[in-house]
């Protein structure tokens, strides 16, 4: 086997390597003056299984698309050079949210990004917590792999809830499903009831509009639930509407911190008690009230049971 973690995902493949108790296979990679690039494994790849963990999410000085390039570019090279069997390790796949056309003419880009890592070898993809699961399975035609946070997650709520009862809340419509299998595993390991909830929201030209609240949340520590946070406008609107009804406490749970553009709001205010992420990202946002916990182990398990052929369904919540 080959483990290999491309730029950006330097820490979390170091991370993944010493949960399985191997180092990283070494190889290089080189940016040119034009703004192309190139990737090569430093050791042979021929009649390997290859692992490759990379998240592809922008960051200053790598867009979105130029860590995807350098992905599908690395796995041809690794196919190209007689590699057996390439998995790519996409903790955070961009592109994710656009995985229908809601305007006229809009494109399908999950699809397109599929149709890339088809054309360039790609064996199987392995994603943690995408934006619509249906959605990426549907897309691909290789084997796909998807891993959910949930158990990452609740060690995290136990601690914050302080003895509280507890309500998992959905902030918008679209993320029910993944909020209500969170509340189920976090009753099950607490033993108690768990409240549940979830907040209308529509999109339309950038205006957000919504009203509809549903669940009980006064004198109960509230835990957002959302796979991302990018602006973090979601979480914040959610966040106050359960202040306004008595909340006493309001946390936000994401796989996948983006802290983009305007996300200061969310990370500075006081809507929000703490905001708890994995590392599937790596990032240079500092906040006191945000924690990161890892997501080493659990990738690290799921590609030590696809290189031996294990069953992974515990790790993907599939019941037997």
Request: hydrophobic share 45%; aromatic share 6%; charged share 25%.
């Amino acid at each position: 086997m080959r483990l290999f973690a491309l730029k950006g995902s330097d820490s979390l493949g170091v991370a993944v390597a010493g949960a399985m108790s191997m180092g990283l296979d070494p190889h290089e990679e080189r940016d040119f003056e034009d703004g192309e690039h190139k990737a090569r494994p430093l050791v042979s790849v021929r009649g390997e299984d290859v692992y490759i963990v990379h998240s592809i999410a922008g960051e200053p000085g790598a867009s979105a698309n130029d860590k995807l390039v350098k992905l599908l570019f690395f796995i041809a090279t690794c196919r190209e050079n007689g590699a057996a069997r390439v998995t790519a390790v996409v903790p955070y796949l961009a592109y994710a949210r656009k995985d229908r056309q809601t305007k006229e003419r809009d494109p399908v880009t999950t699809r397109y990004v599929a149709q890339l890592f088809e054309a360039a070898g790609t064996d199987c993809v392995a994603v943690l917590e995408v934006h619509n699961f249906a959605a990426f399975q549907n897309a691909f035609r290789c084997r796909t792999v998807h891993l959910n946070a949930r158990k990452l997650f609740c060690p995290a709520i136990r601690k914050l809830d302080q003895g509280q009862p507890v309500v998992i809340f959905s902030p918008d419509g679209g993320g029910i499903k993944r909020a209500e299998l969170l509340r189920q595993c976090y009753e099950a390991e607490v033993g108690v009831e768990v409240g549940f909830g979830f907040m209308e929201k529509r999109r339309s030209r950038g205006v957000v509009s919504g009203d509809l609240f549903s669940g009980d949340v006064d004198g109960r520590a509230v835990f957002l639930v959302d796979d991302m946070i990018s602006t973090g406008g979601t979480m914040l609107r959610a966040a106050h509407a359960c202040r306004e009804r008595g909340a006493r406490a309001v946390h936000a749970i994401a796989t996948h911190g983006l802290f983009g553009v305007g996300s200061y709001a969310l990370l500075a205010g006081s809507a929000i008690d703490r905001i708890v992420v994995s590392d599937s990202l790596a990032s240079a946002t500092k906040a006191a009230k945000l924690e990161v916990i890892s997501c080493a182990s659990l990738i690290a398990e799921a590609i030590r049971r696809l290189h031996t052929n294990g069953s992974i369904s515990d790790l993907v919540g599939m019941e037997s």
